[in-house]
């Protein structure tokens, strides 16, 4: 929280320097952040809060949301008319840093979206807020208070970096200007790690190392 309010002060003070009102912007120090694992939702707990999901529209979002990865102002913008329909559809959604990307969508997106319009939002112009004000409704009820709306995102690119997606795939379709953020959710794999110290470590015979080993 202290280096999101550091990280608009800095560009409060760069605007400064492009106004002409500073010569020279100071230096603005950023906390020093540990590095965490990405927090995604287990396969039960995101069926779990889905089936608590009664109303279709938010329904038709969070599905969305965990299937492309997008954040949820990229969500709020969708228009209609960024949509490319075809044997394989996608999406041109407008991430940070006003950059475009094309995000894949898979038949259980096009089957959550409905039938095509031909222009305006896609998800009716929902504020970013309200998104997070009905996931935190979502959760409450399903008794999963603490799982967040960004962990649909981070479920996503986790479910592909388990199933063995190119990291540089990944990278594509998260938008992240950094191969090493993408490199993040393979860190936090932890059923594949353990599969491959087992398999490193036990045998197929069976026979566990010795204490020596």
């Given at each position: ?7 608009h002060l ?6 400064a ?15 020093k952040?540990p590095r ?7 396969p039960?707990?995101?069926d ?6 009664h109303?279709?529209?938010r ?5 969305f949301?965990v299937?492309t990865?997008?954040r949820?102002s990229?969500?709020?913008s969708?228009?209609?008319?960024h949509i ?14 006003d950059r ?6 898979l038949?259980?997106?096009?089957e ?7 222009m305006g ?5 929902v ?9 935190r409704e979502?959760?409450?009820r399903?008794g999963?208070?603490?799982?967040r709306?960004?962990?649909l995102r981070h479920?996503?690119f ?7 997606a ?6 594509s379709i998260a938008?992240?200007?950094d191969i090493r953020i993408t490199?993040g ?11 491959a ?6 045998p ?9 080993e």
């Open positions: 929280a202290v280096n999101a309010d550091l990280r800095k560009a409060a003070l760069r605007r320097v492009k106004w002409g009102l500073l010569k020279r912007a100071p230096e603005v120090e950023m906390v952040e965490r694992l990405p927090r995604h939702i287990p039960d707990q995101l779990n809060i889905m089936a608590h999901e109303h279709p529209e329904l038709r979002l969070w599905t949301l299937w990865g997008c949820r990229e969500a709020a969708l228009l209609w008319q490319a329909w075809g044997r394989r559809p996608a999406a041109r959604v407008v991430g940070k840093g475009e990307r094309a995000v894949p969508l038949p259980p997106v096009v959550a979206l409905g039938e095509p319009r031909d939002h896609v998800f009716g112009g504020h970013p807020s309200t998104m997070t004000k009905w996931w979502l959760v409450s399903a999963c208070e603490g799982v709306l960004h962990d479920t996503c986790t479910y592909l970096a388990s199933r063995g190119p990291l540089k795939v990944i990278q938008g992240h200007s490199m959710y393979a860190r936090g794999l932890v059923g594949d790690l353990y599969d110290m087992s398999e490193a470590l036990y197929k015979s069976g026979t566990q190392p010795s204490k020596s």
